[in-house]
């Protein structure tokens, strides 16, 4: 499957943003999505995974109650809103997708198969 990730750019502290990824290729409702991040210097980050279906999501403490994650499967897409921006949330984002389940993939980067190209969001404070 191929992944189009989009909608990164500049935004001040307590700004909000939504990304969107786009899937092509396969049938996106036989992947697990998740959303990661990468700030230089530094190891690629979990940021949100969600099942196939859109039941079941998972955040990690960093931006829960700050970050949603969201799917449609009619559309391809899967999608991440920000909200409460923090200098800290600087980083090159990235869309992923698994084959299997968000459980089984522990989270890990390595789990997932595809990745989009990355899109980068920059909070100024």
């Known amino acids: 499957v191929q992944l189009q990730a989009c909608g990164g750019g500049l935004v001040q502290a307590g700004g909000s943003l939504r990304l969107s990824c786009a899937a092509s290729?396969?049938?996106?409702?036989?992947?697990?999505m998740a959303w990661f991040r990468q700030a230089p210097r530094k190891e690629r980050e979990f940021v949100a995974a969600?099942?196939?279906?859109?039941?079941?999501?998972i955040y990690p403490d960093s931006v829960k109650g700050r970050f949603t994650i969201s799917r449609d499967n009619a559309k391809d897409t899967v999608y991440l809103q920000m909200n409460s921006l923090q200098p800290e949330d600087t980083a090159v984002y990235y869309c992923?997708?698994?084959?299997?389940?968000?459980?089984?993939?522990?989270?890990?980067?390595?789990?997932?198969?595809?990745w989009g190209q990355g899109t980068q969001v920059t909070v100024s404070s």
């Open positions: 992923a997708a698994s084959k299997q389940s968000i459980v089984a993939t522990q989270l890990k980067a390595y789990e997932y198969d595809y």
């Open positions: 290729g396969r049938t996106f409702s036989g992947y697990s």
């Open positions: 969600i099942s196939r279906s859109g039941s079941a999501t």
